[in-house]
T-cell receptor, first 112, second 114 residues
């Protein structure tokens, strides 16, 4: 079984719809991250969480919100999706000061 | 501004050939540099990590070098295989106001042809 899973893997939605992307991990890591990847751009950090009660905005948090329901679960929500949120979204985890990030398989989101 | 630039953007080589990918960064204060491999449709997977004091690190056919003075790193792939076809991403970690942050390069897309 994959250590970091994301659901759904693909999603097509319409402008204005609310969307939730989910991430689960079995690695026992305390830190979780949400990134988006666009063609020609590096991965950009949306939100990150160092534990259940610690959530922080990344460089591009506008239009997104997150929820850390448990140590193993971190959800990303788009309250009202817009076309420029069309991208590949990755969840990642890491363990405290051990800095390697482990990435999920990604969710391809298309907003029409 | 903290930036990571990679070159070339894309590269096509024949199977069995060697290649070198470049990463230049203007990140400060530098903590470490990591190379990731990202297969199409998959999440990035770590290949190597290098700290300030390390010049070279190998992982099988992958060898990374770091010159902290010139702020350059390279990833050398020896005897390429078809499975090396992927994007290679350079990521630099810095310490900013007590928190570690990651700056991602845009990647080099490598295609290995039979």
């Amino acid at each position: 079984d994959a250590d970091v899973t994301q659901t759904p893997r693909n999603r097509i939605t319409k402008t204005g719809k609310r969307i939730m992307l989910e991430c689960s991990q079995t690695k026992g890591h305390d830190r979780m991250y949400w990134y988006r990847q666009d063609p020609g751009l590096g991965l950009r950090l949306i939100y990150y969480s160092f534990d259940v009660k610690d959530i922080n905005k990344g460089e591009i948090s506008d239009g997104y919100s997150v929820s850390r329901q448990a140590q193993a679960k971190f959800s990303l929500s788009l309250e009202s999706a817009i076309p420029n949120q069309t991208a590949l979204y990755f969840c990642a985890t890491s363990f405290k000061n051990y800095n390697e990030q482990f990435f999920g398989p990604g969710t391809r989101l298309t907003v029409l | 501004k903290n930036q990571v630039e990679q070159s070339p953007q894309s590269l096509i080589i024949l199977e069995g050939k060697n290649c070198t990918l470049q990463c230049n960064y203007t990140v400060s204060p530098f903590s470490n540099l990591r190379w990731y491999k990202q297969d199409t449709g998959r999440g990035p997977v770590s290949l190597t990590i290098m700290t300030f004091s390390e010049n070279t690190k190998s992982n099988g056919r992958y060898t990374a070098t770091l010159d902290a003075d010139t702020k350059q790193s390279s990833l050398h792939i020896t005897a390429s295989q078809l499975s090396d076809s992927a994007s290679y991403i350079c990521v630099v970690r810095l310490l900013d106001s007590g928190t570690y942050k990651y700056i991602f390069g845009t990647g080099t897309r490598l295609k290995v042809l039979a």
